[in-house]
């Protein structure tokens, strides 16, 4: 797991780099490490897993992607890993969920689909549905952003 | 934006440099001095192109656990729901969707327990208890840089 010492590189990590020749360096002094080992720390939990990405965040809207769609499907139980796979190849698709259905609620794939408009999300809907041979599906699209941030976890 | 702008967009999404001086060795791989580098991404910034530039983790590898919860949320009620979801610091995205579930957010705590309780407190004081919890079973894809 992670060492107090992790969970404070974590702790600056999870905000913003410095636009700074020396990023690394100034979150090192405010972590009260040198800059080796947060380096090191950084590359060490990446390569345990932990950290997934370290990099830059688009807003996928100024970006060029003007549209996304959550795509919900009802897949039958014994078909969740095959159907999961073949939607997860598709590069439009960014996130892609097994989750459990709840009361009336039947949908237990999730998919994350980004296009230039919603014609083109339907259409890479069409496109995994035929391809996973999957036809109970229904598009979600956002049309209001609450709130988009990162977790702060320490 | 221009060609150097993609590139330098694709670049710092999936092989940001973990270096002492990661702008001046993003600037050797395209061409550009280490401050050209640092404008750019400032302007990028500034255009709203760039949202931040850090770490993103799996949450359950912290011992963090997360889901996806959707709720059916009257017209009249979406603001006074949205304001008791968002001041939970763990709810990370929320947004409005076109569906009779119209407010799907997400929510990342120490335990189901954590959440389950925010949960109930929501639902107590909005009134709204059509509330969906949809912890993922299996994650099949993450991968949110992008071409562009």
Redesign the interface.
């Known amino acids: ?2 060492d107090e010492r992790d969970k404070k590189v ?1 702790g600056l ?5 410095p ?7 100034l979150m090192a002094e405010r972590a009260g490490m040198s ?1 080796g080992e947060y ?1 090191e720390r ?2 060490d ?2 390569s ?13 809207q ?4 003007s549209s996304n769609a ?1 795509v919900a499907w009802v897949v039958p139980e014994k078909r ?2 095959e159907v ?2 073949i ?2 190849r598709f590069r439009e ?8 259905p ?2 009336q ?1 039947p949908y237990n794939i ?1 998919t994350m689909v ?1 296009g230039s408009s919603r014609d083109q999300c339907y259409e890479i809907a069409e496109k995994m549905s035929k391809a996973a041979g999957v036809k109970d599906f ?1 598009l ?14 320490f | 934006m221009d060609q150097t702008d993609r590139d330098l967009l694709n670049e710092i999404q999936s092989e940001f440099p973990i270096a002492p001086r990661p702008y001046l060795e993003l600037g050797k791989r395209l061409g550009l001095s280490e401050q050209e580098v640092i404008d750019r991404i400032k302007r990028l910034k500034e255009e709203g192109v760039i949202r931040r530039i850090g770490g993103n983790f799996h949450s359950s590898r912290l011992n963090f656990t997360s889901t996806l919860c959707a709720a059916r949320v009257p017209e009249d009620k979406i603001y006074q729901f949205v304001k008791a979801v968002n001041r939970h610091p763990g709810v990370t995205h929320n947004y409005l969707r076109n569906h009779d579930y119209n407010v799907w957010f997400t929510f990342i705590a120490r335990d189901m327990g954590v959440i389950e309780n925010a949960l109930e407190e929501i639902a107590r004081e909005t009134g709204v208890s059509d509330i969906l919890n949809l912890p993922a079973e299996k994650m099949f894809k993450i991968k949110v840089d992008f071409e562009v």
């Open positions: 797991m992670v974590i990590i999870q905000g913003d780099l636009l700074r020749p020396r990023p690394f360096a800059e380096l950084i590359r939990l990446k345990r897993g932990i950290l997934r990405r370290f990099g830059a965040t688009l807003r996928h100024e970006a060029g992607f959550m969740i890993d999961g796979k939607f997860a698709v960014t996130h892609c969920y097994h989750r459990r709840m009361g609620w999730y980004h229904t979600l699209f956002s049309e209001k952003e609450f709130k988009k941030t990162s977790m702060s976890y």
